[in-house]
Every structure is written in structure tokens, then in C-alpha cells.
């Protein structure tokens, strides 16, 4: 890869390294030049610029991601993993589905140690994430990386199974014993009961029964029998006074039962009084030190979430829970509870809706045909407006909301039976703007940000919509996301939910992109393929030339 300054007459071809402006224009960072634009930069006064050329043997930073990526999920083919696009050489690993993430960390350090361009950076071992929350990246550093290199990456990533895979959480039924002394409070052993509840919920399980007795062997062997018969699979004994020895009251009971000790004592603290067992038909049986009446985290937890999720957990596996394992002065670990909410706003996908903006006249449309609004038009056999919100529907964008206007009791019959929510603009004849102080507010409050499209834009596929949110990171500068082609920005945009309130000030028959360069600190450009999202419908000739060469194509 060649890098450095060249005179601007010769930087054709070449990737900018800052952002440059060229009047109006502006060349976002890794931006791929053209002829026009060095004109225009030229045009603007600049006479030399910062580059990078590839060469021979380089592959381009997201077509490296991808390969590496690409590798990665051929391995872990039905391993809970969903995989996003490339941007700006960066590719994301979402779980597919809440679970622990299991991890080859030898050949994760094997490829991060083949070339320093190519990184892979994972979530720890075990940790527990829900459904889209992100579990790794592949990020290449510079803007390309040496194809050998990325070769040599891709094969261990292939061999061997999976190197990253989320084990999903299974729905347990879950039996709770609590023994009993003659002095305890029963409010003690309903808070227990409540905590446990807690615990098991955050892992998708249900505390199905409880049984109490006295804290003696017979009764404790007595009462597993019960659970066992009421269909409980994982069962848990707390008991009035702590296990002390792998002869105690509990692990005898236990046996009493039919069923095996395997472990006693743990190096997790808290949890180090925890006993590992097993009953007489195989499924385990965890004696629960105290701390397991309180709800933060202990050693307990690390087990039932490996259990749950159909990890196979025996005495080796909980003595190398060491490292890492004093919890004691970690007032950052949540609580059950708490790690519900974290888990809320962990490093999921963000969560985007789609604005569809459907409510305007389009007069030049209906002024040479004297039809229906240009929304209503064929399109492949259903109407424009329902092929834009059928992209949106297959896209990860949710929800959908169409704002609506002119000719709207048409353009509602249309979508009649598509999942979207639809807001009526009394004020549509005023122009776009009132369009977005309509459909702004009725936006759920728990999303990160919003896709603006317009409704006459037919070409624009799912695919294109997903690129725009995998881009979308306000902690890394991408908080508005504007597709491009050609040098040229389009539609839609996704905008992050800071930006509403501005969106919702605008007056007139104009949009919010005039914000754009307002905050030009907080813009992502993303290169499209083809001309799609250059390409809105005005006028019948436009929509004859659109169908002409469309025939055939769907919105996904």
C-alpha cells in the first residue's frame, strides 16, 4: 500500500486519507476518487492532497473484513451468529440469539498475531449477551491488508469448527429447596425465593416449584423427590445453615436421593461453599452457599448460566474459574436485576426505525397524467408506496412508520394489512417539513435513530437499508449516515435520535439536510453499488424509464 501526499492532478484512483471539501462538496475520509472529483477539488483551489494506493497483493479493507468475517461464519453455520456488511472495513458478529459466547481463543490469538492490519476483538468467554447484542469484530486496521495475510487468517478461522459461537439459553424448569431451622424467619426464605426467581428469569427460566423442609438428610432426599416428579429438571438446595463438608447434611440428602456428589468448594468469591452433583437421572443438582440469598454476583451465577445454556460443567471447569473469579470488590458487577437492565443498552445492534414520508401532492406527476398520486403507480405489480415499505419490512428497521396525506384514504388502503404504523399530516400541502413534525414524535423513544425515506424511491432494497444502520455509530463519529454514488449523496438518511429535535424545527417545503453540513464532524458516507438511492420518481417519464430497466426486480 502506498501512502503520502501527491499533486492533486494526480490523485485519480487513489483513497483520501482526511476529509477534503471542494466547495458544497465534501469528500468524506476513504473516499475513492474520481476524475470529477479531482476536479472539483482542483476547482475549489487545492493543488495537493493525502492518499493511499493499493497494490499488487492488497485487498481493500472491507472486501478483507468480509473474507475474514465470511470465514469466521462458514465455521459456525448454525452457531448463533448473524453477520453485518463491511463499512469501513469493520465487520460485526450479533448473537442470533440470547445465550454464552463461546470462544477458540488460541486460534483468535493465532490470527491477531498474522499480520498487525487484520484484529479480531470478542466479547470474554462465557459472557452472556441476548439476541443482536454484538459479540465480536473484525476490524482491519489501514485500508487494506496483504492477501496472504488475510489468506492465512481465513484458514484458521475455517479449521476446526466454530471459532466463535453463541450457545443459546434453553428453558429450564427449575425446582428451589430451602431448608429450615426452628428460628428462622419465613421472610427470609420467601426472599430467597424471590431472588432465585429473578435470577432464573434474566436466563430465560422459570422457578417452576419450591419445596421447604427441615434441615435433615431423609427430608432434603424426600423433597427432591418431589421436584423430580413434578418435572423439574435443574434443581437448586439452599439450605439453613451452609454446606461445610461433602458430608453435610445436603450433599448427604442428595445421595439419599439416588443421586452423586461431584464437587465440593469452588475458587469464585463470593460462591467458594458451592456443591456440584447430580441426581439419579443425570441432571444437575446445585448446593448454593449463602450468598446465593443475595442478589449480586457470585459464583452461583457462572454456573447456572453455563448450565442453562447446555454447557456441560464438572469439577475441572469450575476450578479454572479462578482468574477472574474475586467478585467480592466488584461494585461494577450488577446485580440480576440490574443485569436485566444492562443488558437493555449492552452492545446490540442500534435500534433504528424507518420514517417513511408519504404524504406530498405530487403534483408534476398528477399534473401530466391527472391520476392518482405517483404513490399509487405500478411498480411490479403493486403500488410504488407499498414496494418502499416492503424494503422497509425486510430491512432491520423497526418499526415502520408512514406518514400519509394527500389522496390518503388510498395510500392507507394500499398498506392494508403491512406491519406499519401510519400518522396522518393534516398539513402535508406545506410541504416536506411538516411531514417529519408529524411522523418525529410518534417515533418510540427506546430507538437510537431513524431512516427518512421518501416514499417515490422504489429502487432503494432492504440491503441498501441495513448498510446504512451497520454504519450507524455515534461513538465513533457516525451519527448521521448518508448513502452516496458517484460522489453524490442520496436517500435515505439515518439520522440519530440527537438530531429530532432540530428535524422537527424545519419550516417549509424542505427536508433536514441542511444539517448535514451543519454537523459535517457527524457524518458517514457509504458508497453505494448503483444509482439507487439517487433515484426518486417525479414524473411519468421517470417512472417509464424506472420499470424499463426494472423489470423484475423485488424490494428485497
Given at each position: ?8 492532478a ?31 477539488l ?25 473474507i ?27 448473537a442470533?440469539?440470547?445465550?454464552l ?36 469484530t ?41 431448608t ?6 419465613a ?5 430467597t425465593a ?21 434441615h ?59 456443591l ?36 456441560p460443567?464438572g ?30 443498552g ?8 424507518a ?43 423497526r ?9 390518503q ?10 406491519d406499519?404504523?401510519i ?22 423513544t427506546?430507538?437510537d ?79 453505494m ?11 411519468p ?5 424506472f ?8 424490494a428485497?
Amino acid at each position: 500500500m502506498i501512502y503520502g501526499e501527491v499533486a492533486i492532478a494526480t490523485a485519480a484512483g487513489a483513497r483520501l486519507v482526511h476529509r477534503e471539501r471542494a466547495g458544497a462538496r465534501s469528500f468524506a475520509k476513504g473516499h475513492l476518487l474520481t476524475d470529477e472529483d479531482v476536479a472539483a477539488l482542483q476547482a475549489a483551489g487545492a493543488t495537493k492532497v493525502t492518499v493511499v494506493r493499493l497494490e499488487p497483493g492488497d485487498v481493500g479493507e472491507d472486501a478483507a473484513a468480509d473474507i475474514v468475517a465470511q470465514a469466521i461464519m462458514g465455521a459456525a453455520t448454525g452457531e448463533g451468529l448473524d453477520r453485518g456488511p463491511a463499512f469501513t472495513g469493520r465487520v460485526n458478529l450479533h448473537a442470533a440469539t440470547a445465550g454464552l459466547v463461546l470462544l477458540d481463543a488460541a486460534r483468535i490469538d493465532a490470527i491477531n498475531r498474522i499480520d498487525p492490519a487484520i484484529t479480531i476483538a470478542t466479547l470474554a468467554p462465557y459472557a452472556l449477551v441476548e439476541a443482536k447484542q454484538m459479540v465480536a469484530t473484525v476490524k482491519i486496521i489501514p485500508y487494506a491488508a496483504p492477501e496472504a495475510a488475510i489468506k492465512a487468517c481465513a484458514e484458521i478461522a475455517a479449521t476446526s469448527g466454530p471459532l466463535i459461537r453463541v450457545a443459546p439459553l434453553r428453558h429450564e424448569k427449575v425446582g428451589l429447596i430451602q431448608t429450615r431451622l426452628p428460628d428462622m424467619k419465613a421472610s427470609v426464605l420467601d426472599k430467597t425465593a424471590r431472588i432465585t426467581a429473578e435470577r432464573l428469569a434474566v436466563l430465560g427460566s422459570d422457578l417452576t416449584a419450591e419445596k421447604r423442609c427441615g434441615h435433615a438428610a431423609d427430608e432434603i432426599a424426600a423433597a427432591i423427590k418431589a421436584l423430580k416428579a413434578e418435572g423439574c429438571g435443574l434443581l437448586l438446595i439452599v439450605g439453613a445453615s451452609a454446606i461445610a463438608d461433602r458430608r453435610d447434611v445436603i450433599p448427604v440428602g442428595i445421595e439419599l436421593a439416588g443421586g452423586t456428589v461431584e464437587h465440593f468448594g469452588m475458587p469464585v468469591d463470593p460462591g467458594n461453599l458451592l456443591l456440584l452433583a447430580k441426581g439419579a437421572d443425570g441432571a444437575p443438582i446445585l448446593g448454593l452457599p449463602g450468598c446465593a440469598r443475595s442478589p449480586k454476583l457470585n459464583g452461583v451465577d457462572w454456573v447456572m448460566q453455563r448450565l442453562l445454556a447446555g454447557i456441560p460443567v464438572g469439577p475441572r471447569d469450575i476450578q479454572g474459574m479462578g482468574v477472574g473469579g474475586l467478585l467480592m470488590e466488584i461494585p461494577s458487577r450488577p446485580l440480576p436485576r440490574a443485569e436485566a437492565e444492562r443488558r437493555k443498552g449492552a452492545a446490540k445492534m442500534p435500534k433504528i426505525a424507518a420514517l417513511i414520508l408519504a404524504a406530498g401532492r405530487s403534483s408534476r406527476f398528477i399534473d401530466k397524467t391527472g391520476g392518482p398520486t405517483k404513490l399509487l403507480a405500478d411498480v411490479g405489480g403493486e403500488p410504488m408506496i407499498v414496494r418502499v415499505v416492503k424494503a422497509a419490512l425486510a430491512s432491520q428497521a423497526r418499526p415502520v412508520v408512514v406518514v400519509v396525506g394527500h389522496q390518503q384514504e388510498a395510500v392507507r388502503a394500499a398498506l392494508a394489512g403491512l406491519d406499519v404504523t401510519i400518522v396522518e399530516n393534516p398539513h402535508y400541502a406545506e410541504g416536506i417539513s411538516t411531514s417529519l413534525k408529524a411522523g418525529l414524535p410518534i417515533l418510540p423513544t427506546e430507538i437510537d435513530g431513524a431512516l427518512v425515506q421518501l416514499g417515490d424511491m422504489p429502487s432503494v432494497p432492504a440491503s441498501v437499508l441495513d448498510q446504512l444502520i451497520a454504519a450507524f455509530n455515534p461513538l465513533e463519529g457516525r451519527a448521521i449516515v448518508v448513502p452516496t454514488s458517484g460522489g453524490k449523496r442520496g436517500n435515505p438518511v439515518l439520522w440519530g435520535r440527537p438530531f429530532f429535535e432540530e428535524m422537527g424545527k424545519v419550516q417549509g417545503d424542505v427536508g433536514a439536510r441542511h444539517l448535514i453540513g451543519a454537523y459535517p464532524e457527524a457524518v458517514a458516507e457509504v458508497a453505494m453499488a448503483d444509482d439507487c438511492v439517487l433515484l426518486d420518481i417525479d414524473e411519468p417519464a421517470a417512472l417509464a424509464d424506472f420499470l424499463q430497466k426494472n423489470v423484475g426486480a423485488n424490494a428485497g
